[in-house]
């Protein structure tokens, strides 16, 4: 959709619950909320006279953890039943046999995040995977060693940076350069991220940014950065943890080197579930330094356990174990709902809309007591709105308290943030309309 047919589209929306419900019945993919299990309402939020009934709850937390699909139930149960009736034998049989089963995964996936088949690869967990892309792609040398992240990065991604630079013998104070938003705003400015490279690209080894920031929602312009970067002579990766399954990306394209992200927020895999990688095809007959293991080695020639390691040309060279299957089945049942759904154009242009009347019954009913963080440009954000809120009554802690009380998971980041984030697939209108009837009834309450 057209950002200026999205913009008329907005105009257009009404404050009511018949509205909201007008949009579901010709939303093309209201019919895919039951294919999640959605959580139930705890019997203590019900006032007496519904206390019978099941109620579900309005969840708005799966940037956090995404709600279970269907079909992945059905795929892990599968594997169970598989393991019990072949054994180690398993690895070959049935139509999705253990041994190349990831490899049932990368062409979803390579769809999702806008990658060729070999670029992508699941396995391990996200920051396990940025300390194996730094192993490979930060490479400091005398003049060039610094890397460039953002001030209020994940703190597991801060983590996994200082460590690679204090492995290199590298000081964080020295070798961390953060960007961040200027005094008293919330956002980074696009220039200042272009006028940091510019200045200090010599010295930067490494860009590490996130595709969509996961405190104020804003996406980074990612293809651009790459271009900023590579000009300079800087590696680039992106932490797309907040980004996959979320909006659109062209990875492939854009020439960016490598990227991680998780598949349990917008992709619904379930906890803990294994990661995806992303690396460019350029990088992979090169000869990188690399932490190997026996699944990164030639297929051909994997069991004959010979002593040289002969990496996959593709980035299935940084798989370094057997992979565990109930995941990868976890996530195959939650990509082929997503493939079911249309992919990330349908996805992304339901969740435009749907972000939208967020916003627009946000600011219709409430523009005196929140804020929304998150930029109002839909090309700069996601699903994501964060929002803080100003009374002189009420902390926010106490706001998002009643919220929750009422039904609404949502996402409380200190010191004043919350996250609301309304999924294309299994979220409605009606959510969305219920959510902010909620947080305003909080409010004057
Ligand atoms: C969710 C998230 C993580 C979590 O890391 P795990 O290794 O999966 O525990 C890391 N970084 C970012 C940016 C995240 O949003």
Redesign the pocket.
Known sequence: MSVQADIHHNLNFKNSLEFAQMMDDKDALASFQSQFTIPQMSSSNFSDSQSHQQKNEIYFCGNSLGLMPEKSRQYVEEELIKWGHYGVKGHFESEHPWMPYHEFLARPMANIVGAEENEVVCMN????NLHLMMVSFYRPTKKRFKILIEDH??P??TYAVASQLKFHGYSPEDAMIKIAPRTGEELIREQDIQHLIEQAGDEIALILL?GVQ?YTGQVFPMEKITQWGHNKGCMVGF?L??AAGNIEMQLHQWQVDFACW?HY?YLNSGPGAI?GCFVHEKHHRENLPRFSGWWGHDKTTRFKMGSEFHPIPSAEAWQLSNPPILSLASIRGALDTVIEAGGMPALRKKSMLLTGYLEFLLLDTLADKIHIITPENKQQRGCQLSLTIATDTHSGKDIFQRIENAGVTADWREPNVIRIAPVPLYNSFSDVYQFVDILSKSLKA
Do not use: E, G, R, V
């Not at 967990?125 to 396990?128: P, Y």
């Open positions: 967990s996200l920051t396990t990065a994940f597991s991604d996130p996961y932490d943890a907040h998780c927020k990661a």
